[in-house]
């Protein structure tokens, strides 16, 4: 595609307003919090949801997102296109996540830098990759294929990592770049797994921003992180997503909207679920940091509209 975005293909008709996303904080949407969201009068930016949890036909799970996506901006986070895997894209399940796309106009729509598969194999897990010309081409070749059937641009998110490949002859905000580069697609910068990646390899994460496109970002995620021990005893982060932001993540958080300005940031909590005004309580902090850095410069060309 020549490092250019395909053009937006909107749909012939809406079937849901364009609501605007930009500058909103936002969390994950869990269906035994949609009767506390209806009921709740105050606005509450955005809601995430998962692809995958939402490829059957309808049923329950459909109900409840028309209802969410009737008065909020949605995005939709894919986590199994195995963007990073040696092989071609599964087809069927691409073709899905177009639906999805068309079905509920969703003001973001991103997926990892990572893979999952192998042969038949699916892994629950999201897995690092190489960083090589070799698989630049390849992801590029993958974002590619995503952007031209879904018809507008894809955001790209960086990885929680916890091994590095011995192979690899870049760094990872310079692989990042240059998948821009080729493929004009934007980022999801997730901040928790800065600072995961950043703790368990020992450099910095305030250098690894510093070194990261943040020009590109259109949406931030926030998350909880568990802190375990590796095989020597030494302290491991895990990306979680089971608890509160880290007091760490929210200061490098900070820092990035100082620098860019309000940027679309979602929470993520997809593990020991709680209850919905704690999960509301991290969205207003993070919305109040938003709001404090509103007039400031922004410098993000991919934030959305």
Do not use: C
């Given at each position: 595609?020549?490092?250019?975005?395909?053009?937006?293909?909107?749909?012939?008709?809406?079937?849901?307003?364009?609501?605007?996303?930009?500058?909103?904080?936002?969390?994950?949407?869990?269906?035994?919090?949609?009767?506390?969201?209806?009921?709740?009068?105050?606005d509450r930016g955005f809601f995430e949801v998962h692809a995958e949890n939402y490829m059957?036909?309808?049923?329950?799970?459909?109900?409840?997102?028309?209802?969410?996506?009737?008065?909020?901006?949605?995005?939709?986070?894919?986590v199994c296109m195995s963007?990073?895997?040696?092989?071609?894209?599964?087809?069927?399940?691409?073709?899905?996540?177009?639906?999805?796309?068309?079905?509920?106009?969703?003001?973001?729509?991103?997926?990892?830098?990572?893979?999952?598969?192998?042969?038949?194999?699916?892994?629950?897990?999201?897995l690092p990759l190489p960083y090589t010309p070799a698989t630049v081409s390849r992801v590029a070749d993958h974002i590619d294929e995503v952007q031209e059937t879904i018809g507008r641009q894809l955001l790209l998110e960086n990885p929680s990592t916890y091994v590095l490949f011995p192979e690899s002859t870049m760094s990872e905000t310079a692989f990042i770049r240059e998948l821009v580069r080729r493929t004009g697609c934007g980022l999801l910068l997730d901040i928790n797994n800065v600072f995961v990646s950043a703790n368990n390899h020992g450099y910095s994460a305030l250098s690894y921003l510093a070194d990261f496109p943040l020009e590109?970002?259109?949406?931030?995620?926030?998350?909880?992180?568990?802190?375990?021990?590796d095989d020597e005893g030494d302290l491991l982060l895990i990306d979680s997503h089971d608890g509160p932001v880290a007091d760490a993540v929210w200061k490098l958080f900070d820092v990035v909207i100082g620098r860019c300005g309000p940027i679309p940031t979602l929470v993520e909590w997809d593990s020991a679920i709680p209850e919905w005004p704690v999960l509301e309580a991290e969205a207003v902090a993070a919305q109040a940091i938003l709001d404090r850095h509103a007039g400031g410069t922004m410098l993000g060309k991919a934030h959305a509209g």
């Open positions: 595609m020549n490092g250019l975005a395909p053009a937006h293909r909107a749909p012939e008709t809406f079937r849901f307003p364009a609501y605007p996303v930009a500058g909103l904080a936002g969390t994950s949407f869990k269906h035994e919090h949609l009767g506390a969201i209806l009921s709740d009068t105050v059957g036909a309808g049923g329950p799970p459909h109900d409840a997102l028309t209802r969410i996506r009737r008065d909020h901006p949605v995005s939709l986070h894919g963007i990073g895997g040696p092989q071609p894209l599964d087809r069927a399940h691409l073709q899905r996540f177009k639906e999805l796309v068309d079905r509920y106009e969703p003001a973001l729509v991103s997926e990892h830098l990572a893979w999952s598969t192998h042969d038949t194999t699916y892994f629950n897990d999201l590109h970002v259109g949406e931030i995620h926030l998350a909880g992180h568990a802190e375990q021990e």
